[in-house]
């Protein structure tokens, strides 16, 4: 099943890349007391707001080629022009592979947008 799920995913990305932003490692986490990150529940998590639909599946698109080129996963709604992003913790802080999960999020999100 998980194979599946890769391989769908691998072939989502190769049909919808466009230029893609390098993936550079490794990422230095930033404090997250101070971003837009919430805890709900057993998990942390953020929506991104876009008002252009191709701004919104490059995020996620991004998002996807990340996570499997890291591992790393989340949980990534789509809703209109919101994406929200969701990781479940392990502990009760987030760990620094989530951290960088996040800072990744918010660069992308900034380097979408410009």
Do not use: C
Not at 2 to 16: A, G, K, M, Q, Y
Not at 32 to 55: G, K, M, Y
């Amino acid at each position: 099943m998980r194979s599946t799920i890769s391989n769908l995913t691998r072939e989502f990305v190769d049909r919808h890349t466009r230029t893609m932003l390098p993936v550079v490692h490794p990422i230095t986490p930033a404090p997250v007391q101070n971003s837009a990150w919430a805890r709900v529940a057993d998990s942390i998590e953020r929506t991104f707001a876009f008002n252009n639909p191709e701004l919104r599946n490059r995020f996620v698109t991004e998002l996807l080629v990340y996570e499997e080129t890291t591992g790393q996963r989340a949980k990534i709604s789509i809703y209109n022009g919101s994406v929200t992003v969701s990781m479940q913790l392990d502990y009760t802080v987030p760990s620094e592979t989530d951290k960088e999960y996040m800072k990744y999020a918010e660069l992308l999100d900034r380097d979408t947008r410009s």
